[in-house]
């Protein structure tokens, strides 16, 4: 038996680099350890990021031996210049920035750093994707944020996959009430995260847990299970070289990764939710929705298994040669969009897949499959990821 170690304990190797980088000079009599201002708890000191009512950002850094400081993150193109004190602070302020979750990171004399004085931090599967995590509040609650609302359950099952022969995890939401009424049955989603990420990537990242509650809370939505299973067939890094149809940073070669994880998929995590939770077994019930990585799983895996998912949702994917994949899709026109109640793509036209997302549209178009094409602005994040959910939840199921 294999077991796929997933989780956020590569976060230890870039905190000790980061840890290096932003050390302070010698304590003097008085001042330094344990109760003093030298160390770890000057760097605690700091504030970091500092969000002001006009939503302007100060980001800081305590680096005194440092020599240049640049930030990098989702608000802002390119990189931003930190200024550096006569403590060896280093701070630079953006913005106003509209009310979002962002990502962002330091870089630190050449070495790419989290941010010490931020705890939020997001991580995923693999080392490349940590980064700090910044919120801006806007006047109100929006659709990804906790409300006076009921909420539905989060839970982790550990597995055996038979096809992959390794003990794996997947992450599993239950609509609010769940566990009250057992006659009821419930539709089921299966959700895909992208390259690097993991099976707590919606949750952590996404927080579809709430956007969820939010749209049934407002009668928007019909309940359902969402599934999201682990989206590699193999660890990532441990495969061969990715190609660029897979998504930015795929980390595994896309065709065997999709192979091996489909056949995880249909043989193990489906049998799985219809053996431990109430959900609809037919295929009117199930729909199978991803991004970038795994929008490019739920479109192959969907499109050629109409006879099991009646919903499919891609939200920036990467796109496989569309005639050797969709060809079975495109054969008979009718008969797909007889069985399709729903075909959905989405990106951003500053998403480096975009070109392709809008090829595979009009290949569609081409073949008279009907579908939505949704362009939206912004790149390749979670911004936009989140923002699809949103939109895509409310026309499953009805």
């Given amino acids: 038996m294999r077991m796929f170690v997933i989780g956020s304990s590569v976060i230890l190797s870039l905190l000790s680099t980061a840890t290096w980088a932003q050390q302070t ?25 500092e969000v002001g009512s006009d939503r302007r950002v100060t980001f800081r850094v305590l680096a005194p031996k440092a020599n240049e400081v640049t930030l990098t993150g989702e608000f802002m193109e390119g ?31 050449g070495v790419r750093a989290i941010d010490l004085a931020n705890a939020k931090v997001k991580t995923g599967a693999s080392a490349i994707t940590i980064e700090s995590v910044l919120e801006v509040p806007g006047d109100g609650p929006v659709f990804y944020d906790g409300q006076d609302v009921p909420h539905g359950e989060v839970r982790t099952h550990w597995y055996e996959s038979k096809s992959l022969k390794a003990l794996r995890r997947l992450t599993v939401y239950t609509p609010p009430g769940y566990d009250r009424n057992t006659k009821i049955r419930y539709p089921v989603v299966y959700l895909f995260h992208g390259a690097n990420a993991d099976e707590t990537a919606w949750i952590n990242l996404g927080h579809a847990n709430l956007i969820l509650d939010n749209l049934l809370a407002a009668n928007r939505a019909r309940p359902f299970i969402a599934v999201m299973p682990f989206g590699y067939g ?6 061969p070289a990715p190609d660029a149809a897979a998504g930015p940073s795929a980390g595994t070669g896309p065709s065997d990764s999709i192979s091996l994880f489909s056949r995880d998929l249909l043989e193990d995590v489906i049998p799985f ?41 891609g939200f920036s994917p990467g796109i496989p040669n569309v005639q050797t994949t969709f060809g ?29 997302a809008k090829n595979f549209s009009a290949f569609l178009d081409e073949h008279k499959i009907k ?28």
């Fill in 328 to 356: 079975n899709l495109v054969a008979n026109p009718k008969d797909t969009n007889q069985k399709l109640h729903l075909l959905w793509v989405g990106c951003g036209n500053k998403d480096g897949l975009f070109g392709a």
């Fill in 273 to 313: 939710i219809q053996s431990h939770y109430r959900a609809y077994i037919d295929r009117d019930h199930r729909a199978i929705i991803g991004l970038s990585m795994g929008g490019r799983q739920s479109l192959s895996i969907g499109l050629n298994h109409l006879e099991l998912f009646s919903y499919v949702a």
């Fill in 79 to 109: 990189t931003k210049s930190l200024e550096k004190d006569e403590k060896g602070l280093w701070s630079v302020t953006i913005g106003p920035l509209e009310p979002e979750i962002y990502y962002y990171y330091f870089n630190i004399d």
């Fill in 25 to 49: 000079p010698p304590s003097s009599p008085g001042r330094g350890g344990r109760g003093g201002r030298g160390g770890t708890a000057a760097v605690r000191s700091v504030r970091s990021p």
């Fill in 371 to 398: 579908h939505t094409f949704r362009e939206s602005t912004g790149a390749h994040t979670w911004i936009n990821w989140r923002r699809y959910l949103n939109e895509v939840a409310p026309l499953l199921f009805q």
């Fill in 234 to 239: 193999v660890p990532p890094g441990t495969g």
